[in-house]
């Protein structure tokens, strides 16, 4: 649409103005358009938050049917008759498991915050060194607290099947192993053998990973050879005869 404004003023010659108007429909147009596009934009957004949480939701999904399965196969080792106490217990379980990944992941992301914003080396060793200490911190709460729940639902024996489950059994089987290895050890070798297994399972406990698990039982499996050591076990060729004889069982086999 094209607008003309005739003037005139104080007797001078007339003038035309030429003012070019957008004709309505191209307006109403040029609105819809702009509407269809932010309505797109609505849509499309909307669908990537919607699929961000439906893939958020799919993983803690599978990741609770692992741990709830996972704590199965360990309670079914408990003979736990009564049911609602089985489900008791496997609901504590699965819980610790919970908080034990809890704790793993805020010490991990309070590590790459501190990477992302500091730049000396030193500090980020020492902030890193901090988030450790309250991880180990949270982790002992959490390990004192799925105990006091448990013992009062479990025998003994119960109990100490159940941390052996939660360790895969390394602590009994590495015992055995030891004595199987060294037949000469006298009791009180024996004693303190046990005594550092048995601390190294509760600490494994609340090792995140098989890694870390067996990482603990490392450490103190070193501890352990270092002591047979200094009471004077050549442990090289008690090794070597602990295999000989290991292949000559399993020959009469």
């Avoid at 070193?222 to 090794?239: A, F, H, P, Q, V």
């Amino acid at each position: 649409m094209n607008i003309f404004l005739h003037t005139e003023k104080c007797g001078n010659p007339t003038i035309d103005l030429y003012l070019p108007v957008a004709k309505p429909h191209f307006v109403t147009q040029t609105i819809a358009s702009l509407v269809k596009v932010c309505v797109c934009c609505i849509i499309f957004f909307s669908t990537i938050a919607a699929c961000a949480q439906d893939s958020a939701a799919i993983a803690e999904a599978a990741y609770t049917k692992s741990i709830t399965e996972r704590s199965a196969k360990i309670i079914q080792t408990l003979d736990i008759s009564d049911s609602i106490r089985y489900q008791q217990v496997l609901s504590i379980l699965v819980q610790q498991y919970r908080n034990i990944n809890q704790a793993q992941q805020v010490q991990k992301n309070a590590a790459n915050a501190i990477k992302q914003q500091t730049v000396d080396a030193a500090e980020i060793a020492t902030q890193i060194k901090q988030t450790e200490v309250l991880k180990a911190s949270h982790l002992e709460q959490y390990h004192q607290a799925f105990i006091a729940q448990a013992t009062p639902l479990l025998t003994e024996k119960q109990m100490e099947l159940l941390k052996d489950g939660i360790t895969y059994r390394i602590f009994p089987i590495t015992y055995a192993a030891y004595l199987d290895m060294i037949p000469t050890l006298i009791d009180a070798q024996k004693v303190k053998i046990f005594e550092w297994l048995k601390e190294a399972r509760e600490l494994a406990m609340d090792g995140e990973s098989s890694e870390k698990k067996h990482a603990v039982f490392g450490k103190f499996k070193g501890r352990i050879n270092n002591y047979l050591s200094s009471e004077g076990y050549d442990l090289k060729k008690e090794t070597s005869d602990w295999q000989l004889r290991i292949k000559a069982r399993n020959a009469t086999k």
